[in-house]
T-cell receptor, first 116, second 111 residues
């Protein structure tokens, strides 16, 4: 069971470079998310996609763009990387945004990004 | 502003004793609360949740309590085991279904 797969796992970028984090899920989930984790800040939502074809900003969207390529894939792009974007990035997916199930979110293993 | 707060960055407990992790929130419109557990170099995994219409949910050694009037929830682990050592995040579900996470509490269970 692959679940949520994100690549790359590690990346070092120079300030101003661009890169795309890829994410794919095989659980036929409608909703997908990108979070970043920083010390003392917890997990903060960057962008999310409630369904194929839609994307919305989360708590910290500045400096990022996303693409919901299809139901399986949700990519995060840094157009001009800055040292403040050094973080651990987590992709996640869930079956639905609303409903009575409690909305369990499944996370990928994380991508460690360093911007120098 | 932090809508979900975990004010204790770390907690150390002896094996076999109770671990109590706390979480406070500010938005009375949250309708579900969840706890996630995270080991180093892994993604967070779902642990237990509670609806805002309940005050307690139990699953084995894990119990979550919700006090809506105080806007406070807690996770109790009894008995604590060394394998429970991890970072625990509480999360609240906001309108539209987004999950807002707290800062996390690192639990260390000592043998």
């Amino acid at each position: 069971n692959a679940g949520v797969t994100q690549t790359p796992k590690f990346q070092v970028l120079k300030t101003g470079q661009s890169m795309t984090l890829q994410c794919a899920q095989d659980m036929n989930h409608n909703s997908m998310y990108w979070y970043r984790q920083d010390p003392g800040m917890g997990l903060r939502l960057i962008y999310y996609s409630a369904s194929e074809g839609t994307t919305d900003k989360g708590e910290v969207p500045n400096g990022y763009n996303v693409s919901r390529l299809n139901k399986r894939e949700f990519s995060l792009r840094l157009e001009s990387a800055a040292p403040s974007q050094t973080s651990v990035y987590f992709c996640a997916s869930s079956g639905q945004l609303s409903g009575l199930s409690g909305n369990t979110i499944y996370f990928g293993e994380g991508s460690w990004l360093t911007v120098v | 502003d932090q809508q979900v707060k975990q004010n204790s960055p770390s907690l150390s407990v002896q094996e076999g004793r109770i671990s109590i992790l706390n979480c406070d929130y500010t938005n009375s419109m949250f309708d579900y609360f969840l706890w996630y557990k995270k080991y180093p170099a892994e993604g967070p995994t779902f642990l237990i949740s509670i609806s805002s219409i309940k005050d307690k949910n139990e699953d084995g050694r894990f119990t979550v309590f919700l006090n809506k009037s105080a806007k406070h929830l807690s996770l109790h682990i009894v008995p604590s085991q060394p394998g429970d050592s991890a970072v625990y995040f509480c999360a609240a579900r906001a309108r539209g279904g987004k999950l807002i996470f707290g800062q996390g509490t690192e639990l260390s269970v000592k043998p």
